[in-house]
T-cell receptor, first 112, second 114 residues
Framework: EDKVVQSPLSLVVHEGDTVTLNCSYE??????LLWYKQEKKAPTFLFML????IEKKSGRLSSILDKKELFSILNITATQTGDSAVYLC????????????FGTGTLLAVQP | NAGVTQTPKFRVLKTGQSMTLLCAQD?????MYWYRQDPGMGLRLIHY???????AKGEVPDGYNVSRLKKQNFLLGLESAAPSQTSVYFC?????????????FGPGTRLLVL
């Protein structure tokens, strides 16, 4: 059965800290892994990773994929209170449906 | 572009009532999806569609039906609502091309079944 597991389930940090969120996956014929940020409403897209070892960056956020060890990490440096959210990891297995298999998410709280 | 929109935003139903949730996208995406999100459960796929006129079951399809009569719209129906269907429902859409299959989500519909 395809599954995605995220850790930790929740995390509380102070502004300025650096955090690392983890995502491991077991999916059939892996195609890609996606990270989303969810605040109060819809998940918003952050990154899509398909190749091992190639870091994707957007401002203070970065992510990398390890297809050998079947995991990905999301790093956030110099955290701000606006980074407080649930971070969702999802994987697309093989096939023509592009279905996403989601993890349960990591709740990040950044305190001033 | 409005992206993905959902109506209604919030609804309260009594057990046994029926309703339809509407999802619309203006990005010309081929694929559309309905998810439900419950605390501690993440997002779970209810039904999806890979094109106009086609639908398929996802992970948790029981108690729901869907239709995709037009490419831009994807409807989710609850025939006889149950309290277990209290949830937040998200619609999403994507292209089918590999490498461009990022899913874009609507703002969600919060449903309470009493």
């Amino acid at each position: 059965e395809d599954k995605v597991v995220q850790s930790p389930l929740s995390l509380v940090v102070h502004e300025g800290d650096t955090v690392t969120l983890n995502c491991s996956y077991e999916v059939t014929n892996f195609r890609s892994l996606l990270w989303y940020k969810q605040e109060k409403k819809a998940p918003t897209f952050l990154f899509m990773l398909t190749s091992s070892g190639i870091e994707k960056k957007s401002g203070r956020l970065s992510s990398i994929l390890d297809k050998k060890e079947l995991f990905s990490i999301l790093n956030i440096t110099a955290t701000q209170t606006g980074d407080s959210a649930v971070y969702l990891c999802a994987s697309i297995p093989g096939g023509a449906t592009n279905k996403l298999i989601f993890g349960t998410g990591t709740l990040l709280a950044v305190q001033p | 572009n409005a992206g993905v929109t959902q109506t209604p935003k919030f609804r309260v139903l009594k057990t046994g009532q029926s309703m339809t949730l509407l999802c619309a996208q203006d990005m010309n995406h081929e694929y559309m999806y309905w998810y439900r999100q419950d605390p501690g459960m993440g997002l779970r796929l209810i039904h999806y569609s890979v094109g106009e006129g086609t639908t398929a079951k996802g992970e948790v399809p029981d108690g729901y039906n869907v239709s995709r009569l037009k490419k831009q719209n994807f409807l989710l129906g609850l025939e006889s609502a149950a309290p277990s269907q209290t949830s937040v429902y998200f619609c999403a859409s994507s292209y089918y091309h590999q490498g461009a299959e990022t899913q874009y989500f609507g703002p969600g519909t919060r449903l309470l079944v009493l």
